[in-house]
């Protein structure tokens, strides 16, 4: 995940993702098409180490409109976050570290109308209040296809772990380099079972 850019930008306390606050003041909804060449340009310009490009954005977005969600006040642009909603076998890849992360094999991302199996924040990026917006976020992906979904993320800094301890993820023994997750309240209440088809001890055994 790259770090939100953003004064300030981890919490001041705590959260629950799940139960974060609706901003009324900040719209969050899928991008438009329209909209695709100013969040490159953004992310590229606010997000340090970021390189993409209009055409690589656009080809995640027409497999999946849905996996970029734009920040706006007032009708102006203020950021955006873009998911990759993984099947069974992208879960596995995650915490496997067979994924490249910066252009993901679209076979390892669910299909519009198929279950997703795990949500990897792949980029966030904002500027003035657009991280009021995180509730909507959230709200967003309470939808019957993805509510099931434990989030993942990789934070690159200081400041992006400590948003990431503030919305409540937690670092996982993994292949993948320091891999976070946030586990959806309502699969913390289901018995203990590994995050994926892969055992996330059997990985801690293999590290020794």
């Known amino acids: 995940m790259r770090d939100p850019v953003m004064k300030r930008a981890s919490l001041a306390a705590r959260h629950d993702f799940d139960t974060l606050p609706r901003s009324a003041e900040i719209d969050v909804q899928p991008a438009q098409p329209c909209e695709l060449s100013a969040l490159a340009d953004m992310a590229n310009r606010l997000v340090p180490g970021v390189q993409i490009t209009e055409p690589d954005l656009e080809r995640y977005f027409t497999f999946d409109p849905e996996s970029i969600l734009t920040f706006s006040r007032k009708k102006k642009l203020l950021g955006a976050v873009a998911f990759l909603y993984l099947n069974s076998r992208g879960h596995d890849a995650l915490i496997l570290d067979d994924i490249n992360l910066t252009h993901p094999d679209v076979g390892l991302l669910a299909g519009r109308s198929n279950e997703v199996?795990?949500?990897?924040?792949?980029?966030?990026?904002?500027?003035?209040?657009?991280?009021?917006?995180?509730?909507?976020?959230?709200?967003?992906?309470?939808?019957?296809?993805?509510?099931?979904?434990?989030?993942?993320?990789?934070?690159?800094?200081?400041?992006?772990?400590?948003?990431?301890?503030?919305?409540?993820?937690?670092?996982?023994?993994?292949?993948?380099?320091?891999?976070w997750r946030y586990q959806r309240p309502w699969n913390r209440l289901a018995p203990h079972m590994p995050a994926s088809n892969v055992s996330a001890r059997s990985i801690a055994d293999a590290r020794q």
Do not use: C, T
């Not at 009021?132 to 772990?161: C, F, I, M, T, W």
């Open 117 to 179: 199996s795990a949500i990897y924040v792949w980029a966030i990026a904002g500027q003035g209040k657009a991280m009021a917006g995180l509730g909507n976020v959230s709200e967003h992906l309470s939808k019957p296809r993805l509510a099931s979904a434990d989030l993942y993320a990789q934070p690159s800094s200081a400041d992006g772990r400590n948003l990431m301890i503030a919305l409540g993820f937690e670092p996982i023994p993994s292949y993948q380099h320091e891999l």
